[in-house]
């Protein structure tokens, strides 16, 4: 059977120079801006594919647990294709405007006391109940349809960049950039994933995870790029978060600075041209803002 795919014009966002970072790094950054996709994080490139699967396998509606992206790109994926949405998040753990993209578009939001990882087990059991299909990162369209923004990279580049830093959460989007890398250019850029020494209670709500589910698959793809995971401090995420804002105008939620952040730890050589993910729009979570500035 044939389907229509799924869209709301995911993909293609911009890669732009970071002048004042790269200035002050000594390093030519370049920043990929996946806040620009269709609800402002990089999750819909995954969503896309992800939904239009489900409908093409006649599923009723689709189901995430979520820190809050992964929610809002299901709900607006399966609004556009006709079908439900349920989505499982930790109680006031996640921010807002994410809820607010969620119902906007008609979802139906459970929210259950514990962590994310209580909340994916919850969205296990709800999938089984209702025959909803599961997006969560474990789907393997939600990786296949991320790793085009590292073909996106390399294309735009001309070949690959000395480094790759990411936020690093449950770990899906750095096994996308692996695969994606491999394919386009037949090996990996050093790969610096990105995670808050705090997984727990991180004031970056995206990435407050606590087992990673591609730990694994991260490990073994970081290794053999010859990079490193990076632990970062509360204080170093926030000044990272604080200084792409006000060096370079862009404005993302605090998890996305992760890569950033990872930077000023100095995991690139002077010279390096090296890319930083900057995985979800500022507007996500604008009372991160109010809290830091009280
Ligand atoms: N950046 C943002 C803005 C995110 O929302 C996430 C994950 C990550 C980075 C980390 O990506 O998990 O592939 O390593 N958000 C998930 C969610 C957990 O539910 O929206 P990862």
Partial sequence: MSVTPVTLGEGRTPLLRAPRL???????????????NPTGSFKDRGMALAVTRAVEQGAPGVVCASTGNTAASAAAYAARAGIAAAIVVPAGA??????????????????VEGSFTDAYE??????????????NSVNEDRIEGQRTAAL???EELGGLPDALLLPYGGGGNTKAYARGFLEAAGRLPRLHPAEAERRADTFASAIRIVEPVHRAEVEDAVARSGGA?????????ERAWRALGAEEGVFCEPASAAGVAA????????GERVVCVITGHGLKDADAVRRVAA
């Fill in 94 to 111: 996640v921010a807002g405007a994410k809820l607010a993209q969620v119902r906007a578009v008609g979802a139906r939001v459970v929210e």
């Fill in 229 to 237: 995971v990076v632990s970062l401090s509360e204080e170093r995420l």
């Fill in 152 to 154: 996106e990279i390399v």
């Fill in 122 to 135: 919850a969205s296990l059991a709800l999938a089984e109940r209702e025959g909803y299909a599961v997006v």
């Fill in 263 to 270: 930077l000023e730890r100095g995991v690139a050589r002077a």
């Fill in 22 to 36: 790269s200035a002050r790094l000594g390093v030519e950054v370049w920043l990929k801006l996946e806040g620009l």
